[in-house]
């Protein structure tokens, strides 16, 4: 079943404004009883049920013979088919991962519909690893037990590209300003994605594969994909990543934003101003610009993000609000040295956690399981009666 892409692809850059590329489109398929036959009568040559993997798998993207044995009431499961490129043939079957051996996979993917003739050019295979304790790591990623050791990865008990990456991002800037005697660059969980994903391995751990989704983002309206460059490049500029040219064409994309809006504020249309009516639900910027031809000269992203800044406006502000209430919190530093046993009024358990996890602010503390809100008041109460402070 043909699956086409987008009709406008919006690029990841911020350096381009549009993309050029060709597009090819996936396609879907599903499994059936058939596979699902092979598959059970096999399951016995699984690593995954033979016992010789005994680790969780990720909860998000089980292996087939998980699906088929876990939900034995589903007739078919689906497949993405997927072109790795523009240049070659070869197709990546997302949907279908798999530990079984060779010769299972080679008759499970030929029971499957389109995929009769396939060649497998590599099979699927699992592994097994051994991760670190991600609550042993500052949210520099250095290591709490060895100085100037920075870890990032699925060492950290991540599981995905994206995950990994990110983090060995935040490791490398923080090992190259930790060799410069500088600040760490610790990004807040208001400020990106990776922000929190990494205050959530290292404030609550985790006890199977980390997967970054939105909804484990509190503060998910104001970390949208097009206003990345305005939370990031001035830090990205500070840490030597982000040249100067970039800081000042992202001081014009906000100048032209700034105009697009007051042009929509002094157009009147009827009883409201255009930028009244872009609030309402079944009004497009694209609407508005077969009225207001000016608009036609601001490039698409311009508008785009005009559109989403004026409709969600609203929820934006109150987001706002919640975020000058969490930085209270994460502005009251504490010492990584602080001696939990000197304050008194915290429970066992929290001075326990605590102890253990060492947080770096008063906000930190309060998302550590276990760590109630009468800790975190005693915690403030004791900052402010003089408590041992970080710099």
Known sequence: ELQDGEEIMMP???????IDRPMLPCHITWTNE????????????SPLYGGKIVGKGPRYCPSIEDKVVRFPDRERHQIFVEPEGEGTEEMY???????????????????????????????????????????????????KLVENLFIAGQ???????????????MAGINAAQ???????????????????????LVTMGTQEPYRMFTSRAE??????????DQR????????????QENLERLQAKLERMETVKELLAKRRMGEKSALQTLKM???????????MPELSSFEQPILYQVELDVKYEGYINRQERQINRFEKLESLVIDALMDYDAVEGLSAEGREKLKKIRPLSVGQASRINGVRNSDIAVLILHLDRGGRHGK
């Open 93 to 143: 079957l997302n949907g279908i991962s798999s530990s079984l051996p060779e010769d299972v996979q080679w008759d499970f993917i030929h029971s499957i519909e389109g995929l009769e003739d396939a060649q497998i050019m590599r099979p699927a295979y699992a592994v097994e690893y051994d991760f670190i304790d991600p609550q042993a790591l500052y949210p520099s990623l250095e290591s």
């Open 178 to 200: 930790k060799l410069k005697g500088e600040k760490p660059l610790v990004l807040s969980r208001n400020e990106a994605y990776t922000g929190v994903l990494i205050d959530d």
């Open 12 to 18: 990841f850059s911020f350096d381009y404004d549009s």
């Open 232 to 243: 990031l490049t001035q830090k990205g500029y500070a840490v030597g990543l982000q040249k």
């Open 281 to 291: 639900p079944e009004i497009t910027i694209a609407d508005l610009e077969a009225q």
């Open 219 to 228: 503060y998910r309206l104001n970390l949208r994909h097009d206003s990345c």
């Open 155 to 169: 060492t950290n008990g991540t599981s995905g590209y994206e995950e990994a990456a990110c983090q060995g991002l």
């Open 34 to 45: 058939r596979t699902h036959e092979i598959i059970r009568a096999n399951i016995h040559r």
